[in-house]
Every structure is written in C-alpha cells, then in structure tokens.
C-alpha cells in the first residue's frame, strides 16, 4: 500500500502522523511512504531522516495526497485538506466529528474511508488511540490552568501550591477517566487542594485508594459540582462520551457564582466542551474571559509538546496503520472488532452511531460497510 502522511496545518500544530521510525516500520512491511517535505520539523525530524528511513519525500501536501492509498494524519483535516481527499482513499487520524458538522459532510463527500483514532477500543471497552494523548493533555491541563491563574494572565494571582502560611489552591476536575486522573496526579504534585467528580462509585473508589490523602472524591451530582466549582481556583473539565459531544456540566449562570479571576480549562473542547460558554481557541490566542472567568479551550493542547505527543501516539497507532496496510482496511477491520469500532464515515455514509444521531446524516451500519 501507498501510505502518506503531510505537515499539519491547524494553528500551531506541531505533531505529525509518522515519525521516522514509523515509517520505516511500514517500509520493512514492503509499503511504500510519502512524506511531504518539513512534515517532521515540528518533532526534530529532518527530510534526510525520513529519507534514511527509505520514505519518499515529496514537495506538496497535495502530491502527497494525489499519490496515496492511506493518509495518516493526527489532527482532523482541514478544509484545504479536505478538498483533497478522493473516492476509496483510507483516512487514519484524529475527527471529532461530533461537534464537527461541516468536517462530516465534507467527509461523506469525498467518498474517503475515514477511520478515527478516537474511537477505536480495546478488549475493556478503553479508548487506547486516544489514551496518550489524554495523559498528556490532563497532566498539560494543570501547567496551562496555573499559568492562566497568573494575575498578568487575567487569572486571580493565585499559586496552585500555595506556600508556608497560605493555603494552596484549590482544582475541581470534572472527571476520574484517564484525563482527569492525569490531571490529578500533576495537580497533586504541585500541593494544590484536590476534589476529583465522578459519577462512578467504581471510579470513585480507585481514585480514592490511589491518592489516599493527597486528593478528595466527590460524586458528581449537580449540587456537588455546583458547590466545587464556586469555590475553586481552577476546575478542569474532563469528561468523554466516546465519539458524542461533551455534556455540557457547567453552565453559562454557574460562572457567576465563581470567584473572579477563576480559571477553566476544557480538555473536551475537542467533543464540543463540557463547559456552555467554552469555545475553541488555539495556541496563538488559548484564553478569553467571561463573566471574569478565564477560560481556556485549545483543541490540540498536545500539540504544544509535539515530540513526547508524537511519539507517544505513534506507539499506539502504527500497530493499526501497519495491519490496515498489510491487509486492505476492510479484512483489518473484520479481523479486529477494535479497530472496526474507529470507522466514522464509509462510501458517502456516517457508519459510528453516536456521530450518526447527534448530526443526523445519512448513515449506514458497521455491518453493512464490512459485508
């Protein structure tokens, strides 16, 4: 197979779909690699590395394009990108389609198949292509929340862990999955006064026994976060429905009972944000206020550490990439029910269920794509 990977493009993203070694990976495989020229600045990755790897460097993202069977990527294409796609083509990165209308349709359009790496399973039911990236985004969370909390960034003057005679301050994170967790841990460490929300008794209570005294749980009833958010510093939002838009668990009145100069961080941003006033920002422009609140939203927060992002995605996603190439993406999703779960749009139709009912386009069945 022809395997392509190009320079991203969305603002202020660093990451790329293959690293060299990857792409040697796919070579030693017998497939055949396209990387469009500077696609590895951003990571340290020269033109001559991937050359040395034995890809193929072209000078456009459109000869890269053109001439590919299979684009891997990691951030949702672009509309330039977009219009570039064509009939049968295999499309392997991160869509959010969910909160994303426009990218679907332009998707159905382009006759590509589209397979996301957010949602992709494994036998738990976990999200292993999106796991790296939420630990680096939880634990991002925090050193982007305090920065944010600095007086000259709009935030109240707060320092998370306080010092000798006066209290730390205080994190609220919306969440005990894998972001929230992360989250925690780096908050944790830094001393600041912890309370982790979840709905979970399960998760509560692994919560619970790992940080012992170094973090408080919280059910996530609406009076309780209603109360952890008045009264926090910083609240970190962290909350996934797998392939759906983010519940919204933060209302536009709710910032009123905040304290000025609070901040919020929204790790779902991505899915559509989980707070009401959130809005995608990016790394150029990552905060605005409202109501005195500091919100922070960058969709690709990862992006801002691109090679530890990189490499840690590409640990998780090549073994998939490898076996869609190997195999043609049809008998690699037949044989691995996981990795079938990542298909998003197949032959002009919506094929993840979630994505299908929350947009209301056409759609088709895993099923039937497969048959």
Known sequence: MIVGTVREIKTHEYRVGLTPESARELVAHGHEVLVESGAGV????????YAA????LLPTAKAV?????????VKEPQPVERAMLHPGQILFTYLHLAPDPEQAKDLIASGATCIAYETVTDRTGALPLLKPMSQVAGRMSIQA?????????????VLLGGVPGVRPGKVAILGGGVVGFNA????AGLSADVTILDRSPEVLERLAMHFEARAKTRFANAANVAECVAEADLVIGAVLVAGAAAPKLVSAAMLKTMQRGAVLVDVAIDQGGCFETSRPTTHAEPTYIVDDVVHYCVANMPGAVARTSTYALNNVTLPHALRIA????KDALRRDPHLAAGLNVWDGKITYPAVAEELALPSATLETALA
């Open 65 to 73: 394009f053109d001439a590919a069977e299979m684009i891997v990527k």
């Open 326 to 329: 190997d195999l043609g993406w």
């Open 184 to 187: 925690a841990q780096m908050a």
């Open 53 to 56: 790897a034995g890809a193929k």
């Open 145 to 157: 929340g305090a920065t944010a909390l600095e007086k000259a960034n709009g935030g109240r003057g």
């Open 42 to 49: 951003g990571i340290g990755s020269s033109d001559q590395d």
